[in-house]
C-alpha cells in the first residue's frame, strides 16, 4: 500500500524538489521526516526509489502554508533531505527553494495574484526570517518565461526578485556570533559570520590551497576535508550551535581573490562537499563579510565604493550577485540584501509513498 500526496515539483534557483502544503503531511515531525525521507529516496547514494537526485541542491523539500499572522502571506519550512543517512535538517533557511514558495502559493490558490506584478511577504520558519518577494503575474497567472539568466541554471526565465528583511543573526542570533569579526580556531584565521547563513570563512592560501580548485578535486583531497571539518566542529560550538556533528550548518567557504571580474571567489562546502554553486544565502553571508573592515574576506576581496554595492560572489559555475546596502553613519551595518532568482513549475500531481513510511503512527492523509 502506498499513500498519495499532492505534490508540485519545481526548481527553485540553483535547487529543486516537491513542494507541499503542510496540511497535507502529518503533524509530528517524526512521521513528517520519515514521509520526507522515503519521498527523496534516502538514505541511498543514488535515491534511486525517490524524487532525490543524488546531490545535496536536489534534495530539499518545501513545505508551505497560508500564514495567519498579520502582514505576512505565506510560511515556508525548509527541509534538507540527507542522501546517505536516515535524517532531515530543517536547522537552516533555503534562499534558492524560496525563490520558488511565491509561485507555488500562487499556482494553489494559497494567495492571489495582485496585477501584472506579485509581492509576497514570505517567513522561513527554520529562522524566522522575512522577505518579499516580488514574482511576474500578467493576467493573473505565474509567468515563468523571460530574460533573466542566473548561473547554474541553462537558458533564461522570469526574474523574481528578492528583498530580505532580517538576516542578520538567522540561525546564530547575532552577526558575528563570537564577537569578533575575526577568530583563530585551530590554528587557522577564520570569520565566524551569521547574515541569513552560519558561515566560516577561511582564506584559501591558509590552508595551503588557491582557492581556484575545481568541485571534483576539492571533493576528492581527503585532507583538506578532514581539516575543515576539525574547524567546523569547533567554530560551530563557538558561534552557539552546540555539537554540530550532525547539522548542516555551519556552512564552510574558502575565498580566494577574484579572477573572473567578480568581487571574491569562493568555494563552498555544504557542509562536507565541494558545491558547483554557492547557495543564496550563503553568498549574501560571504558579501556581507567583503564589507566588514579585518574579516578574512575583506582580505581578498575586490569592493566597489559607495553604500548600495553590489557584490559579485564567485563560485564553481559562475558567479551570483548581491546587492547590499549599508548604514551611511555605520559602513560595516547592512541595513538590506537583496538579489535576483527564477523559478519554475515542473511538475504537479501526487508524490506516492510506501505507507510503511508512517511506522506506528496513526495518521493517514485526509480523503479528498
Known sequence: MQIALPCLFMRGGTSRGPFLFEGHLPPDMETRDRILLAAMGSPDARQIDGLGGADPLTSKVAIVNRSTRPGIDLEFLFAQVLINEARVDTTPNCGNMLAAVGPFGLETGLVQARGAESTLRILTRNTGMLCDATIQTPGGQVRYDGDARIDGVPGTAAPIKINFLDTAGSVCGSLLPTGHVADVVDGVRVTCIDNGMPVVIIAAADLDRTGYESRDQLNADAELKSRLEQVRLLAGAAMGLGDVTRK?????????????????????FIPHDCHAAVGVLGAVTVATACMLAGSVAAAVAVVPPGNVKVISVEHPSGEFSVELEADPKSPQTITRAALLRTARLIMRGELYVPEQALGTSSWRPAAR
Do not use: D, F, S
Not at 248 to 268: E, N
Open 248 to 268: 548542516v550548518v555551519p556552512k564552510m567557504c574558502l575565498v580566494a581573490p577574484p579572477r573572473a571580474g567578480g568581487c571574491i571567489c569562493t568555494r563552498t
